[in-house]
């Protein structure tokens, strides 16, 4: 059966540091990019990261630019986030998705491109507070 799983969420203060990660299971593929997405509360979803299958191609968005850091473990199907220098308006709940294709992930770079992709996982919560 097939398994996309998020943790690693939680509540932090400002400027504090957590590593999300994604790891999926009951399927094999041969090629996949990895991205996540954040939801904040009464907002629309926005795109936050992708890595592309052979991690040769690595996009974020603007506003996590120099602070996130998304990485990947082909050989146990686990993507990470890095979410470092934390701010309150990165609240929101923290979706892993996965897209079965070999091309540079900046072609599913953006919200546009949710419905894209093929296999979403339940979120994890991040809350940034002091």
């Known amino acids: 059966q097939f398994q996309l799983v998020e943790s690693g969420g939680g509540r932090v203060q400002p400027g504090g540091s957590l590593r999300l990660s994604c790891t999926f299971s009951g399927f094999t593929l041969d090629y996949y990019l990895i991205a996540w997405f954040r939801q904040a509360p009464g907002k629309e979803r926005e795109w936050v990261s992708c890595?592309?299958?052979?991690?040769?191609?690595?996009t974020y968005a603007d506003s996590v630019k120099g602070r996130f850091t998304i990485s990947r473990y082909n050989d146990v199907k686990t993507g990470y986030l890095h979410l470092s220098e934390l701010q309150p308006e990165d609240t929101g709940v923290y979706y892993c998705a996965i897209k079965q294709t070999n091309i540079p992930c900046t072609y599913y770079a953006g919200e546009r491109y949710s419905v894209k992709y093929d296999y979403w996982g339940q979120g994890t919560q991040v809350i940034v507070s002091s």
């Open positions: 890595i592309s299958s052979t991690s040769g191609s690595i």
